[in-house]
């Protein structure tokens, strides 16, 4: 599968953003993760063929996956930014379960990520 994310942006605390992952393929289960320079790839989120769905705590309540098996694009709507969730966002597929949904080993395919700026 190929990966493709759009609509990061710069935006300030409080402020919203959607982005999208257009995909050749959906998966056993697709997710979407985020890194800052220096740090591990977290996973805050993730989807099932299905629609089962799981966050990251610190997510929780703001931030909302979903999918559209139509259009192959994943989306992860964004609420109530913070400047703690500036970072590289990514889109991540697995072709089967292979571990924990949040774990950046589950996941056999990328994208190139799109960067989500927070300013306080």
């Known amino acids: 599968a190929t990966l493709r994310e759009s609509g990061g942006d710069s935006v300030n605390s409080g402020e919203s953003l959607r982005l999208s992952c257009v995909a050749s393929?959906?998966?056993?289960?697709m997710g979407w993760f985020r890194q800052i320079d220096g740090k591990k790839r977290e996973g805050i989120a993730s989807?099932?063929?299905?629609?089962?769905?799981d966050y990251a705590d610190s997510v929780k309540d703001r931030f909302t996956i979903s999918q559209d098996h139509a259009k192959k694009t994943l989306f992860l709507q964004m609420n109530n930014l913070k400047p703690e969730d500036t970072a590289m966002y990514y889109c991540?597929?697995?072709?089967?379960?292979?571990?924990?949904?949040?774990?950046?080993?589950?996941?056999?395919?990328w994208g190139q990520g799109t960067q989500v700026i927070v300013s306080s």
């Open positions: 989807i099932t063929r299905q629609g089962n769905t």
């Open positions: 393929e959906f998966t056993y289960c």
């Open positions: 991540a597929a697995a072709d089967r379960s292979r571990g924990a949904w949040y774990l950046p080993g589950s996941y056999m395919y």
